[in-house]
């Protein structure tokens, strides 16, 4: 029988203090949800009452499944709990339990706070038994534990053990500095489990100033702690907190956590974490790390040739875990480090077969090392990719080509004396050796060309009906004004096939035309089933 180890969220509370993030609640709303669905046992939301977006936030019950927690201090010393109006907030929200963040270490209460040892014990004990008087479950976040513990493990152990006895269903051991090293954690675990509350009552909130927050996390488990805090992709405070994104496969795919122990991921879910983590970077509008553990793009990519040609052979000579299992890839990359078996396996992956010998795979690879070095990124935009490598063996149709193309982009006064900005976009194509000229408007430059580019492709226009822009994103590659932009489009029709393009150029919406192009393209050879292979994967 395994034992269950519970994962409680904290990506919207200590995820909220990281420096440039700031959710709104309507973010709240998608992450919890994401949170919820992908099987976490607790969410915590935020700290009603600290500002407006939480308290906002704790006003509905937010998760479905998992147990939502408002998070927030003890009561203040010189108030009771029935008086303390921040107490009170956390008490009627919205929340099935409170995690309190209790001074655990001796100094802290004399520095931080100001009160003696017993007026903490007694705000600790008042504010467990508040919660649980209010039908919530109480956990206790003991801030500055290990830190407190290593100068005075009396004290310390007697602020876990008010809250144990007061009825806090967890007692959360917090390296609120992140500067405790895993060896000092496995003891101090053992340490607290001896002096009387067990392991099934033990949580362990870990941050990543050393770069050791998973294996803090890790370390509290091996001692005996069955719950671990942590938030989506160790977002947090400072460095951060302990990843969840790491540590649920590491507990789920090797053995001595697995052989040993369960969490609420189910084998399904944990095939969708690579998903969870990129949507959830998508939403801070940042790129994904590609070497995050399990899920970056790079966690199963080989530039080398002698790694590609193992991998050919055995996937298992040069991956830990099988891909798959966190919903990743393997991806044989073509670089200077690797041959043309890379690129031939990439190919093969999108239904493209070429030859060893045939001088147009040289070609291709040089190109896409060119245009990679100039700011074009496939890896983000399989569409544009697989035009480059079908354009290259000659495959690609000629649909109609683009003579011309302008956009203005005008600020004016309008009747009522109120400011209108208004941009405008005049295309020129040929199709089939006819000039065809579109005017639109729109609500920016890019909205207005690819209206006007889509208003009339002659006999190809009704078949690019159904074709939608569904994300539109741009990054700059270097600073200024004058900075190289990357465009990079995602487009969907009726089928519900996606794909991604991409546009570079120093001018934004040249950059933008190159993607929109790229995907009217792979609409056209898509509804042919010239392509799309991956894109309906
Ligand atoms: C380790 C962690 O990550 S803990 C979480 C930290 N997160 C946050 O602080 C984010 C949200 N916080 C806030 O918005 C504000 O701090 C609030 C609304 C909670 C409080 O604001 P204010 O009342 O203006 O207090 P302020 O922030 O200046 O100081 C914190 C006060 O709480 C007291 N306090 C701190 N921890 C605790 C505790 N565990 N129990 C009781 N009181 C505490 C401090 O002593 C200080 O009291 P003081 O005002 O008498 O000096
Ligand atoms: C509670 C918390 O976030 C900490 O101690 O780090």
């Given at each position: 029988m395994k034992e269950r180890l519970y994962l409680y969220d904290t990506t919207l509370r200590d995820g909220q203090q990281t420096p440039g993030i700031d959710f709104s609640v309507e973010d709240k709303i998608a992450i919890a949800r994401m949170l919820d669905e992908f099987g976490l046992d607790y969410v915590e939301g935020g700290y009603p009452g600290a500002n407006p977006t939480d308290t906002a936030f704790f006003t509905e019950k937010r998760t479905r499944h998992a147990r939502f927690s408002a998070f927030g201090m003890t009561k203040r010393v010189g108030v009771s709990a029935s008086n303390d109006p921040g107490l009170a907030l956390l008490l009627q929200s919205r929340s099935d339990v409170v995690c309190y963040v209790a001074k655990s270490s001796q100094y802290q209460v004399r520095v931080a706070l100001g009160c003696t040892d017993e007026e903490n014990l007694d705000a600790i004990r008042a504010s467990v038994e508040a919660a649980i008087a209010a039908g919530k479950e109480a956990i206790i976040d003991c801030e500055h534990f290990f830190d407190g513990f290593k100068?005075?493990?009396?004290?310390?152990?007697?602020?876990?053990?008010?809250?144990?006895?007061?009825?806090?269903?967890?007692?959360?051991?917090c390296d609120?500095?992140?500067?405790?090293?895993?060896?000092e954690v496995r003891e101090i675990v053992g340490k607290v489990i001896a002096a009387g509350i067990p392991g099934s009552?033990?949580?362990?909130?870990?941050h990543d100033d050393t770069g050791q927050a998973v294996a803090n996390s890790l370390a509290a488990v091996e001692a005996g702690a069955r719950q671990i805090q942590g938030t989506l992709n160790g977002i947090g405070e400072r460095c951060g907190n302990a990843n969840l994104v790491t540590l649920i496969p590491t507990l789920a795919l090797k053995p001595n956590y697995a052989d040993r122990f369960e969490t609420g991921i189910t084998p399904e879910r944990l095939a969708t974490i690579a998903h969870l983590s990129r949507s959830f970077d998508e939403l801070l509008n940042r790129a994904p790390n590609a070497q995050a553990p399990y899920v970056g793009a790079s966690a199963f990519a080989t530039k080398a040739g002698i790694h590609a040609s193992a991998l050919a052979k055995e996937p298992s000579t040069y991956e830990h875990v099988e891909p798959e299992s966190i919903g990743n890839r393997r991806k044989v990359m073509v670089s200077d480090q690797g041959g043309k078996a890379n690129f031939i396996a990439e190919l093969k992956r999108r239904g493209i077969e070429v030859s060893r010998d045939d001088s147009r795979l040289d070609t291709l690879i040089a190109m896409v090392k060119e245009r990679e070095a100039e700011g074009y990124a496939y890896e983000g935009a399989d569409a544009s990719f697989e035009l480059l490598a079908r354009r290259t063996l000659g495959t690609v149709p000629d649909f109609f080509s683009v003579e011309s193309f302008r956009c203005m982009v005008e600020r004016r006064f309008d009747v009522n004396g109120q400011i209108k900005t208004v941009s405008e976009a005049i295309v020129k194509v040929v199709v089939?050796?006819?000039?065809?000229?579109?005017?639109?408007?729109?609500?920016?430059?890019v909205n207005a060309l690819d209206i006007a580019l889509r208003k009339d492709l002659g006999r190809y226009q009704s078949e690019i009906e159904d074709l939608e822009l569904v994300d539109y994103k741009v990054r700059i590659l270097n600073g200024g004004t004058e900075a190289i932009t990357r465009v990079l489009i995602e487009s969907q029709d009726a089928s519900g096939a996606r794909w991604w393009t991409v546009g570079v150029s120093d001018n934004v919406i040249d950059a933008?035309?190159?993607?929109?192009?790229?995907?009217?393209?792979?609409?056209?050879?898509?509804n042919r089933e010239l392509a799309g292979l991956v894109a309906a994967e």
């Open positions: 100068a005075n493990a009396d004290y310390t152990l007697a602020c876990a053990l008010t809250a144990f006895e007061a009825g806090a269903r967890w007692v959360v051991l609120t500095n992140g500067g405790t090293q895993p060896a009552h033990l949580g362990i909130h870990a089939e050796g006819e000039v065809r000229m579109s005017v639109a408007e729109g609500h920016g430059p933008s035309f190159q993607a929109l192009m790229d995907s009217i393209v792979f609409k056209l050879m898509k």
